[in-house]
DNA sequence: ACGCGTGCTGCAAGCGATTGCACGATTGAG
DNA sequence: CTCAATCGTGCAATCGCTTGCAGCACGCGT
């Protein structure tokens, strides 16, 4: 292994001499830079992460952690994470919490002083102790706005607003929301913009549900008793499911029943060209959080700050006009 | 922060008893011991991981690279490797390659001297370079099998194998192999084993495929002008796409088509009670995968071991007899 | 009663880097 | 030509922990 005193001595200068050369090099002339940056990289020297971690009190990781990774929703969100903490010269340590709590809090102990900061993909720990972390290091949560910790939010419940105004228009008067897993935050936010985009329509909201196919094709029948001529899936495995029954018994969309979907499939391989969804922003939203995490990292401050995400609409062949509008005044 | 010499203070005692209280027990009189660890964790000791990695020369750390998390298949594998590296004390650096040997290769490179070891999940760099790789640091590929580098291999080919004697078996005489991506080891593998477990059947081998539900959909015309009575799809993402696409199609399963899949839906959220798999060891493969680099990292030995994991054959309604039995002899 | 092994514990030397401080050289001003 | 900044470099301390070695006390055999 190849210490700074190796390449030191290759360059016929003092260990500190390199050090700055490779951290610092505005404090070091140029033509001893030079000669350093040659030696060492012919030497192949690299950092020893321990040895300057022991020093600076800088680890160069960060932590990530999501409640699932059967969800391939997170994917794109890990990818745009690794991308943005790669450009930093940081390291991302992917951790899964199993959506519980325990092992979240378990994970946050055990990796808070392995870490220069942490980004947590919807927590699901209390706030207070999300707050109390907050004050121990630099803390981002990715959809999930708790006091005092700076956040990231993709604005999915905007995003189901208008999906529900978009299907009000075109005539639909009764709608079912299949809700996701216990625990979202986002969740009843959505539902709640929902029903605030279309006061003048009857929700049905179901759920919760794991977000699994079994789980969407199971809603079909409660659907259709229901009188719902649309429905708005929190997932697409639900969406999928659905569908998939749907077909099966011989309906069509958007004939028989309006179909769009509260995230984007295309993460899963699961983009399919005529269903109506929103488009989330999710490489850009983990790329976001590290970003800030990294900025807290680097400030030191604690800023509170939060950053929303605006989600798109995407229109498409899988809502139209429901079979039989509504006769009004009868 | 709450240092060695704290908790040796608190305790009477020196620094060096403290470490040995901590790490070498049996160097320790019972006594003492019991006076420090009470200290300790009165104090609220932890270590600092940097300081102790600088001195023992190991991090604690393992990595764990997958080429995608798009595919929910990894999840399962993750998670198990995850429980594997805690229940030994170490973290996980999960890491994602996009399938690309180049980022592989870098990020062997960036990783390679902050962890204790690494576990690939099909790796795509080629095979010399993993061999090298495998002489400086512990190295487990899963789901690859390289000259001189320790593996665990689910055995997936077999599974094909047998699900193609169960289609033979059926009646079947005309299959067709939906291939999986460009890049990948087991793909070819599974395929020549198909056609050794069925020599009197004709296979046509599709693809590759990106695993996507549109490219699966995309290949029911060909399989069916083929006159292929009979589909094993390389993975579920596929074969659902397939699936969607023969039901609006009006054609249903397994009478116009038997279907068969060889990786488990149920990673996904995308359990389809009945639908002929193959169920994989992911949890299993992913902790046996951890585990054996944990060996190699104790033991400093390079055995070149290789484990194969079986996977399990679910037969189930998406198979059944084709429609018309090739008739013997005109 | 003496010596020696055995079992615990402490001392101090690192691990490899960063960084405050001091120092020599160079340069510019007076 | 002298003095004082300024710039670049080296010395040495330090980060928190582990570990080889030495020392001390005790117990045992003879």
Redesign the pocket.
């Known amino acids: ?6 390449v ?1 001595q290759a360059a ?13 090099p ?8 030079a000669r350093v940056l040659a030696a060492a990289d012919r030497l192949g ?4 992460p ?3 971690a ?3 009190g800088r680890t160069g990781l960060l932590a990530f952690s999501v409640p699932t990774l059967a969800n391939p929703f997170f994917a794109p969100i890990i990818a745009g994470a690794q991308e943005a903490a790669e450009e930093a010269g940081y390291e991302l340590i992917v951790a899964v919490t199993d959506s519980s709590p325990e092992r979240e809090t378990a994970l946050f102990d055990r990796l808070a002083d392995r870490v220069d900061g942490f980004a947590a993909a919807g927590p699901r720990s209390p706030a207070s102790q999300l707050a109390r972390f907050a004050r121990s290091l630099p803390l981002v949560t990715l959809n999930r706005r708790v006091r005092g910790v700076d956040s990231v939010i993709i604005d999915t419940p905007d995003g189901v607003g208008r999906l529900g105004t978009h299907l009000a228009g075109l005539g639909h008067r009764k709608i079912a929301y299949l809700g996701g897993p216990t625990g979202s935050w986002l969740d009843p936010r959505r539902l709640r913009r929902l029903r605030e985009a279309v006061p003048d329509c009857a929700i049905l909201p179901l759920g919760p549900f794991p977000p699994e196919f079994e789980a969407g094709a199971r809603t079909v029948e409660t659907v259709l008793d229901a009188g719902c001529t649309a429905v708005i899936a929190y997932n697409s495995t639900l969406l999928l499911g659905l569908l998939h029954r749907l077909t099966m018994l011989g309906l069509s969309t958007p004939e028989d029943l309006s179909l769009a979907c509260a995230d984007d499939l295309s993460a899963a391989g699961l983009a399919m060209p005529d269903v109506t969804a929103l488009h989330v922003p999710a490489a850009e939203a983990g790329r976001r959080t590290v970003e800030h995490v990294l900025s807290l990292v680097a400030s030191e401050s604690r800023s509170a700050a939060h950053q929303l995400l605006p989600v798109e609409l995407l229109t498409r062949a899988s809502t139209g006009r429901p079979r039989e509008l509504p006769m009004s005044g009868g």
Do not use: F, Q
């Not at 505005?26 to 830079?33: F, G, K, M």
């Open positions: 292994m190849v210490r700074l005193k190796d030191a016929g200068v003092s260990a500190s001499t390199v050090s700055r050369a490779l951290s610092n505005e404090l070091i002339s140029e033509a001893t830079r020297y690299r950092h020893h321990a040895a300057r022991l020093v600076t």
